[in-house]
């Protein structure tokens, strides 16, 4: 089994930086490419970042390139994601996401496990 936990979100000032975290336990080893996806409120769960297990392919949303950076630390099993220039629209509740396959693809239903969630919100 494997248990994904999100952190590092909060109430943030537009153009602002904020780095979450996603911390990984248990089968580390069933976990290959990891993505971040956000759901905002009234809209469907949509892709961010994901990363490949050496960190060596990432991929990131057209809507956020540029703001939003990608990264992974295997060795302390965590993944990141670097948010710049934070923005009232970034306002979301962020989750990771694993999965066995080293793609990371943009379709969440490619996933097989997920953490709960944290809260950004970015305030004007």
């Known amino acids: 089994q494997v248990t994904l936990v999100e952190s590092g979100g909060g109430l943030v000032q537009a153009g602002d930086s904020l780095r979450l975290s996603c911390a990984v336990s248990?089968?580390?080893?069933?976990?290959?490419?990891m993505a971040w996806f956000r759901q905002s409120a009234g809209k469907e769960r949509e892709f961010v970042s994901g990363i490949s297990q050496n960190g060596g392919y990432t991929d990131v949303a057209e809507t956020v390139k540029g703001r939003f950076f990608v990264s992974r630390n295997n060795a302390k099993h965590e993944m990141y994601l670097e948010i710049d220039i934070l923005q009232p629209e970034d306002t979301a509740v962020y989750y990771c996401?694993?999965?066995?396959?080293?793609?990371?693809?943009?379709?969440?239903?490619?996933?097989?496990?997920w953490g709960l969630g944290t809260q950004v919100t970015g305030s004007t």
């Open positions: 996401a694993g999965r066995g396959r080293d793609f990371p693809s943009q379709s969440e239903e490619d996933y097989s496990t």
């Open positions: 248990g089968r580390t080893d069933y976990v290959a490419a």
